[in-house]
């Protein structure tokens, strides 16, 4: 049976088994081919080098959890050739904790953050038996305010579901009231639904618009509340021989304003602003994959 911790947000019990997202490889090995990557790079699970000057180190980026042990992601950074020798000279040696900090790039986008530019860190060097610690300095960064201050075992949660296929469950609910086409009067379909994570909270509430007459095109909103702030971000999607496509909607395109206690309608701006703008693409995409009627609509059936 799994360990459960509780949220210090909602007191609510979660699963605290596998409870850390670790990335394997730096962004940029991991995008390569097997072909480049067996050219250009050479390293083992914690040390890499890609093209002979760029040099990478494995560690953990540590969360403070009120009242839990600390939640850690799995990353990789970016260090000079100079610092890379010293660590890996030093990888083995016991004493290494009381090397000074080291000055490194992060080298992995993490989910549902934000920064204005690349994410600067320092590495802090632990014992021959644990990986080193990575703390961020870029102040703008929202990891430097998560670690900082503190995340709730639900932000752990969301990290670490990140890159499951079955993180969502989408629930079709009522056929609202229908209405007409402006240009060729025919109906528009209008639905609603909600998304939900795997401990069954909503994560998600949407309302679709599907116009009968235009196949393969719809329009979507989709409603969150993620650090107590609901709003809502509208976005047009359309299945054509590029596949399946979507447009971040700006308020003099959306036929929507306001959803009441779900949130007023945000402009492209702010939801480009938005620190889970990703999250929004990836409802859309589990929507678009699992909602019967948009699914008819788009020619997914």
């Given at each position: 049976?799994?360990?459960?911790?509780?949220?210090?947000?909602?007191?609510?019990?979660?699963?605290?088994?596998?409870?850390?997202?670790?990335?394997?490889?730096?962004?940029?090995?991991?995008?390569?081919?097997?072909q480049d990557m067996e050219k250009r790079?050479?390293?083992s699970t914690d040390l890499y080098v890609l093209d002979g000057n760029r040099f990478f180190?494995?560690?953990?980026?540590?969360?403070?959890?009120?009242?839990?042990?600390?939640?850690?992601?799995?990353?990789?950074?970016?260090?000079?050739?100079?610092?890379?020798?010293?660590i890996e000279e030093l990888w083995d040696v016991d004493v290494r904790a009381d090397e000074p900090r080291i000055k490194a790039m992060l080298s992995n986008s993490m989910p549902y953050t934000l920064s204005d530019g690349p994410t600067e860190l320092e590495i802090q060097l632990q014992d021959s038996k644990?990986?080193?610690?990575?703390?961020?300095?870029?102040?703008?960064?929202?990891?430097?305010?998560?670690q900082s201050k503190g995340i709730t075992a639900h932000r752990a949660f969301e990290y670490t579901t990140y890159t499951k296929k079955d993180k969502f469950s989408v629930f079709e609910e009522d056929e609202l009231e229908s209405t007409s086409c402006g240009c060729c009067e025919s109906e528009i379909k209008l639905f609603c639904g909600r998304v939900e994570n795997q401990l069954?909270?909503?994560?998600?509430?949407?309302?679709?618009?599907?116009?009968?007459?235009?196949?393969n095109k719809f329009t979507v909103a989709i409603s969150i509340s993620k650090n107590d702030f609901p709003r809502v971000a509208v976005l047009y999607g359309e299945?054509?021989?590029?596949?399946?496509?979507?447009?971040?909607?700006?308020?003099?395109?959306?036929?929507?304003?306001?959803f009441g206690d779900y949130g007023k309608v945000i402009g492209r701006d702010d939801v480009l602003a938005d620190q889970y703008?990703?999250?929004?693409?990836?409802?859309?995409?589990k929507i678009s994959a699992s909602d019967t009627r948009l699914k008819a609509q788009i020619g997914r059936n």
């Open positions: 049976m799994s360990e459960l911790i509780k949220c210090s947000c909602c007191d609510k019990m979660l699963p605290a088994n596998q409870m850390e997202l670790t990335f394997g490889l730096p962004d940029e090995i991991f995008a390569l081919s097997e790079t050479e390293g180190v494995r560690g953990l980026l540590p969360f403070p959890i009120e009242g839990q042990n600390d939640y850690c992601l799995g990353a990789w950074a970016e260090v000079s050739e100079e610092d890379f020798d010293k644990s990986r080193p610690l990575f703390y961020v300095t870029t102040q703008n960064s929202t990891l430097y305010n998560e069954g909270d909503v994560e998600a509430d949407y309302w679709l618009r599907v116009p009968t007459g235009h196949p299945n054509n021989e590029d596949g399946l496509t979507y447009w971040i909607q700006d308020l003099d395109n959306s036929p929507w304003e306001d703008k990703a999250f929004y693409f990836d409802v859309v995409d």
